[in-house]
Nanobody, 127 residues
Framework: QVQLMESGGGSVQAGGSLGLSCAAS????????FGWFRQSLGQEREGLAA???????RYAASVEGRFTISHDKAKHTLFLQTNALRPDDTAMYYC?????????????????????WGSGTPVTISS
């Protein structure tokens, strides 16, 4: 059973940066696709970025150029570096994973394309 735990959320002013982390356990890292999502109040969960060890990362248009996804396979940790933050980036941020690569099957930027979820870390951006 894959377990995911996010950390690194907080409150920053617009234009600032935050580095989010997701500690993963109970999986076979090389085969998995990992991703980051967010959900703000009253909105659907939005896929932001996804990565597999042997494939190019992919990003949603809303964050491309501002957010960077990466992973440390040795430490079993997924990261999301968020820069140039805006008030509309305020949301709960979630780490997600599935048992196969990012290029096959459902889009990893769709909620139903992922199998496992963390409990989230909150991000608040003030203007």
């Amino acid at each position: 059973q894959v377990q995911l735990m996010e950390s690194g959320g907080g409150s920053v002013q617009a234009g600032g940066s935050l580095g989010l982390s997701c500690a993963a356990s109970g999986y076979a890292f090389p085969t998995y696709c990992f991703g980051w999502f967010r959900q703000s109040l009253g909105q659907e969960r939005e896929g932001l970025a996804a990565i597999h060890y042997d494939q190019s990362p992919r990003y949603a248009a809303s964050v491309e150029g501002r957010f960077t996804i990466s992973h440390d396979k040795a430490k079993h940790t997924l990261f999301l570096q968020t820069n140039a933050l805006r008030p509309d980036d305020t949301a709960m941020y979630y780490c997600a994973a599935r048992t196969y690569d990012c290029d096959s099957g459902r889009s990893p930027l769709k909620e139903d394309g992922m199998h496992y979820w963390g409990s989230g870390t909150p991000v608040t951006i003030s203007s």
